[in-house]
């Protein structure tokens, strides 16, 4: 089998190189969440599918962004921390019982 320049074999066709300008060059932009490259179809679109719209709309649950969660990782360090101390003050054949 003989392999044509001008026309790509099914085994490579996603890595043809074409060159010059895609058709569609002014329409490809980058996802918000995932900054992925993608074909917008619509003038509005931000996200390349609806996970990732999905994905960005969520709010950042870390301890860094909220009040909340920040109190309740101090709370939870903390008792961890109290248990820890207690546990390893006992002498070790106390320890389990």
């Not at 074999?9 to 890595?15: G, N, R, T």
């Not at 679109?45 to 990782?73: E, G, M």
Request: aromatic share 10%; proline share 6%.
């Amino acid at each position: 089998m003989t392999l044509d320049q001008n026309e790509p074999s099914d085994v490579f066709e996603d890595f043809v190189v074409v060159e010059g300008n895609p058709p569609s060059s002014s329409k490809l932009r980058l996802c918000k969440h995932c900054e992925c490259q993608f074909e917008a179809h619509r003038k509005d679109k931000v996200y390349c599918n609806a996970k990732c719209r999905v994905y960005a709309s969520r709010p950042i649950q870390n301890s860094l962004h909220s009040r909340a969660k920040a109190r309740k990782n101090a709370d939870f360090f903390d008792t961890a921390l109290l248990m820890a101390e207690r546990l390893y003050s006992l002498p070790p054949c106390e320890r389990w019982v």
